[in-house]
C-alpha cells in the first residue's frame, strides 16, 4: 500500500513539473500581404462542395524583417460548404526585395453570418469584426537570411475586400 501511494505522489509531481515547465503560445508579428486578386473561376459543384480557384495576380508584403513582391500566377483554391463556410488553400510565391524566393502553402477558413458572407460574395466593404477568417501557413525558403519562416509555426488574421485579400502572419513563440 506505501508502494502505491509513493508511485502516486511521484506520478503527481512529475505531472506537475512539466505542466508548469510548459511555455504558452505568444504571437510575433513577421508580416502582412496584400495579395490582388481576379475574379473567382466557379467550377461549380463537386464531390467536395461549391469548387472555386480565385487566382493571385500579385501583390506586396511587408513586416520587420522582410519585405517585397507576391509574384503572380498563384492561386487560392477554396472548397465552399453548404453552409457558406469556405476552406482556404492559398499557394503563391513572395519575392523579397532582396531577390530571394519564398514559397507559401497557407490554409484556413473563413466563416460567419449568411448575410455577412454573402455581403463578402458581392464585393462588398464588409468589417472584418463581422467574420472569422484564420490561416496556418508554411513557408519554403533556400538560404539562411529567411531560414527562420522554415522553423516556426505562423498563423494568420485576414480579411476580404472586393479585389484583394490582407493577411497579417504571426509567428507563435
Known sequence: MKISILFF?????????AQNT????????AFEVTCTLDPPQELGITTYGKRRIIPITGGTFTGPNIKGIILPGGADWQTVRT???????????????????IYINNKGIRTGKPEVLARLGKGEKVDPAEYYMRTAA?????????????????VGTGMRNANSVIIRFYKVN
Open 138 to 154: 508554411t513557408f519554403e525558403v533556400s538560404g539562411e537570411k529567411y531560414s527562420w519562416l522554415n522553423k516556426a509555426v505562423f
Open 22 to 29: 510548459l511555455a504558452d503560445p505568444a504571437l510575433e508579428f
Open 83 to 101: 453552409d457558406g463556410t469556405a476552406d482556404l488553400e492559398a499557394r503563391y510565391t513572395l519575392k523579397t526585395d532582396d531577390g530571394a524566393l
Open 9 to 17: 505522489f511521484i506520478l503527481s509531481t512529475l505531472s506537475s513539473m
